[in-house]
Nanobody, 125 residues
Framework: QVQLVESGGELVQAGDSLRLSCAAS????????MGWFRQAPGKEREFVAASSRMFGATYYADSVKGRFTISRDNAKNALYLQMNSLKSEDTAVYYC??????????????????WGQGTQVTVSS
């Protein structure tokens, strides 16, 4: 049974930093592309970042480029999202996702096979 469990979300002030973690089990972690998505109240789920299974290439949404960093530790089956210079518009539930094979684009949520339950990040201005 595949499980993705996010942690690290909390209430922070604008300009603060936060690190999210995703613990994966029940899958060959190193063979999966891993991604972070987020969903704000009243909005659709949106792509944040992805870490390719091949060569560890990374991809980011324009809105977080330069502020967020995705990383993975294949030995620990763990995915991370370092978030710096947080803004109020970063407030959302953040989800970890796993894709065995990306069919279209890394930002397409439909291409991911497994999802975590999410962790809430609230940025107060």
């Amino acid at each position: 049974q595949v499980q993705l469990v996010e942690s690290g979300g909390e209430l922070v002030q604008a300009g603060d930093s936060l690190r999210l973690s995703c613990a994966a089990s029940g899958l060959g972690f190193s063979t999966y592309t891993m991604g972070w998505f987020r969903q704000a109240p009243g909005k659709e789920r949106e792509f944040v970042a992805a870490s390719s299974r091949m060569f560890g290439a990374t991809y980011y949404a324009d809105s977080v480029k330069g502020r967020f960093t995705i990383s993975r530790d294949n030995a620990k089956n763990a995915l991370y999202l370092q978030m710096n210079s947080l803004k109020s518009e970063d407030t959302a539930v953040y989800y970890c996702a796993a894709a065995y094979r990306i069919r279209s684009s890394y930002s397409d949520s439909g291409g991911y096979d497994y999802w975590g339950q999410g962790t809430q990040v609230t940025v107060s201005s």
